[in-house]
C-alpha cells in the first residue's frame, strides 16, 4: 500500500468511529512508515487532535527526536492552519495531502501558513493526491449527518 492509501484508510476507520474522516501518515526519507493516525477530536474529546497532530507526535517519538528531518507527511484532506504550522515546527521536508479545503484549510487557503514570511521552514507541498477518493469520503460523511 502507498502511503496516502494507507491514509485513506485511516481517514475511512475514523469515518467509522464517528470522526471526521481524516487519516494521515509520516515516512522518512527512505520511505519508511513511521506512524499512522486517524482524526480522534471526538474520542480524546481534544479539539487538536487532529490526524496530523497525532501522526507528526508518534512519528517523532518513534525516530526519538523533535525533528523529522526528511520525512512526508501524508493527509488526505489539506491541513488546516495549526497543522501546518506543527509541520513546520516538525520541519517534515514535505507535506502531500488530497482533497483541497477552500472553508478550513491553512496550505493553499486562508492563512497560507507557509508562504508567510513567519514560517521559518517551508516544507515541499503537493495537493491535490487521490483527491476524489479524499473528498468522497468526507461527502459521503457530512451528507450522512445532515
Ligand atoms: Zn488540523
Same mark, same amino acid.
Given at each position: 500500500m502507498t502511503p496516502m492509501e494507507i491514509a485513506l484508510e485511516e481517514a475511512r476507520a475514523a469515518a467509522a468511529r464517528g470522526e471526521v474522516p481524516v487519516g494521515a501518515v509520516v515516512t522518512d526519507a527512505e520511505g519508511r512508515l513511521l506512524a499512522r493516525a486517524g482524526n480522534e477530536v471526538e474520542a480524546r474529546q481534544d479539539p487538536s487532535a487532529h490526524a496530523e497532530m497525532l501522526a507528526l507526535r508518534a512519528a517523532a517519538a518513534a525516530r526519538g527526536g523533535k525533528r523529522l528531518d526528511g520525512c512526508t507527511l501524508w493527509v488526505t484532506l489539506e491541513p488546516c492552519a495549526m497543522c501546518a504550522q506543527a509541520a513546520s515546527l516538525f520541519r517534515v521536508?514535505?507535506?502531500?495531502?488530497?482533497?483541497?479545503? %477552500?472553508?478550513? =484549510?491553512?496550505? @493553499?487557503? =486562508?492563512?497560507?501558513v507557509f508562504s508567510? %514570511?513567519?514560517?521559518?521552514?517551508? %516544507? @515541499?507541498?503537493? =495537493?491535490?493526491l487521490r483527491e476524489a477518493e479524499a473528498a468522497a469520503l468526507l461527502g459521503a460523511f457530512f451528507a450522512a449527518r445532515r
Amino acid at each position: 500500500m502507498t502511503p496516502m492509501e494507507i491514509a485513506l484508510e485511516e481517514a475511512r476507520a475514523a469515518a467509522a468511529r464517528g470522526e471526521v474522516p481524516v487519516g494521515a501518515v509520516v515516512t522518512d526519507a527512505e520511505g519508511r512508515l513511521l506512524a499512522r493516525a486517524g482524526n480522534e477530536v471526538e474520542a480524546r474529546q481534544d479539539p487538536s487532535a487532529h490526524a496530523e497532530m497525532l501522526a507528526l507526535r508518534a512519528a517523532a517519538a518513534a525516530r526519538g527526536g523533535k525533528r523529522l528531518d526528511g520525512c512526508t507527511l501524508w493527509v488526505t484532506l489539506e491541513p488546516c492552519a495549526m497543522c501546518a504550522q506543527a509541520a513546520s515546527l516538525f520541519r517534515v521536508a514535505r507535506v502531500a495531502f488530497g482533497a483541497y479545503d %477552500p472553508k478550513s =484549510g491553512g496550505v @493553499e487557503h =486562508g492563512a497560507r501558513v507557509f508562504s508567510r %514570511p513567519q514560517c521559518h521552514h517551508a %516544507p @515541499e507541498v503537493l =495537493g491535490g493526491l487521490r483527491e476524489a477518493e479524499a473528498a468522497a469520503l468526507l461527502g459521503a460523511f457530512f451528507a450522512a449527518r445532515r
